[in-house]
């Protein structure tokens, strides 16, 4: 199983704010979407949006945890994780786990072609693990009881 599978069962909806946007901005996203990240995107006209980079629950905790400013006056550049680890959309589930796993990240960019096409959380991956060994449970018993 592929991460391109994943995306035609979650679908390739991705929330993004802009680097410029306020943290407090990006918290209200972040609850407005119920989702644990975004991806941060400059958008261009010409060259459609540049990832460069992602924020995380994970980011704003670090920030609040060392605050020396209001996160309404501090930008989302200042505290999202640049050039975030992406992944292709016809890379593995076990190797997008084994990455996220070494990583110690939640959220994995899918891009194909320079550009955008998805997001995956471990979440994601594990519930597509489950869903396969079900499967294959299920198969293993009909074999067995035939």
Sequence with gaps: MTLADI?????????TIHPDE??????QELVRHNVGALVVCERDLEHGEKLCGIITERDILRF?????????????????????????????VEE???????LKIRHLPVVSGGKLVGIVSIGDLVKAELDRLEMENKFMRRYIQT
């Design 64 to 92: 609040v945890a060392h605050k020396d400013r209001s996160a309404a006056d501090t930008k989302v550049a200042e505290v999202m994780t640049r050039s975030p680890h992406t992944r292709d959309p016809s890379c593995s």
């Design 96 to 102: 997008a786990m084994a990455v996220m796993t070494q």
């Design 7 to 15: 995306l035609k069962v979650k679908g390739s909806q991705v929330h």
């Design 22 to 27: 306020t943290v407090e901005a990006a918290v």
